[in-house]
């Protein structure tokens, strides 16, 4: 079992819904990060945050907005979003953003079908 | 763009057998992860090797990185069924505090 919990595990949305995914940790991890992942391909980097502020966005469209409301917490909330946009999103934290002696812990991810 | 390429793509092995992925990455890194994937799970971390250092051991892992090469490789000795997973190859790049990942690849140990 993963110490970083993503909710929901599943989820289909339509191209007009607004949805949010959240992720939790309780490991006193000062960085959080988003990765989406499509099938059969690695991780990439979408958003990080250090000590609740956004320190990377790597470009990511506007419909996704991530959010930090505190150290455990991280969310991504998702509006009028593309078919394309179908992927298993992961979460993961760390004990600091740059990863020199930080591994990532990640959740078990949200597997989002968007129709 | 992904930093490391992975090789083999997939590799399919017997019970007990060791298998042997290497990755290979573009930039200069602080360190090189390893990870592990289940299918439809999150990564799973495993081992870490520091610019300054040359091979690390952890249980039936070994990992060398060869700097000059830019290239790393991790060896998993005496295979099980339960290693059959993604393997993801994962750089710490000098600038810019992000973890890029190499393109995995696939192991299947067959019992």
């Known amino acids: 079992d993963t110490e970083v919990t993503q909710t929901p595990k599943h989820l289909v949305m339509g191209m007009t819904n607004k949805k949010s995914l959240k992720c939790e940790q309780h490991?006193?991890?000062?960085?959080m990060y988003w990765y989406k992942q499509k099938a059969k391909k690695p991780p990439e980097l979408m958003f990080v945050y250090s000590y609740e502020k956004l320190s990377i966005n790597e470009s990511v469209p506007s419909r996704f907005s991530p959010e930090c409301p505190n150290s455990s917490l991280l969310n991504l909330h998702l509006h009028a979003l593309q078919p394309e946009d179908s992927a298993l999103y992961l979460c993961a934290s760390s004990l600091l953003q740059g990863v020199y002696n930080s591994p990532l812990h990640f959740g078990n991810g949200t597997r989002l079908t968007v129709t | 763009s992904q930093q490391g390429e992975e090789d083999p793509q997939a590799l399919s092995i017997q019970e007990g057998e060791n298998a042997t992925m290497n990755c290979s990455y573009k930039?200069?890194?602080?360190?090189l992860q390893w990870y592990r994937q289940n299918s439809g799970r999150g990564l799973v971390h495993l081992i870490l090797i520091r610019s300054n250092e040359r091979e690390k051991h952890s249980g039936r892992l070994r990992v060398t990185l060869d700097t000059s090469k830019k290239s790393s490789s991790l060896l998993i000795t005496a295979s099980r069924a339960a290693d059959t997973a993604s393997y993801f190859c994962?750089?710490?790049?000098?600038?810019?505090?992000?973890?890029?990942f190499g393109a995995g690849t696939i192991l299947r140990v067959k019992s």
């Open positions: 930039t200069s890194i602080n360190n």
């Open positions: 994962a750089g710490a790049m000098e600038y810019g505090n992000k973890l890029v």
């Open positions: 490991m006193g991890h000062r960085a």
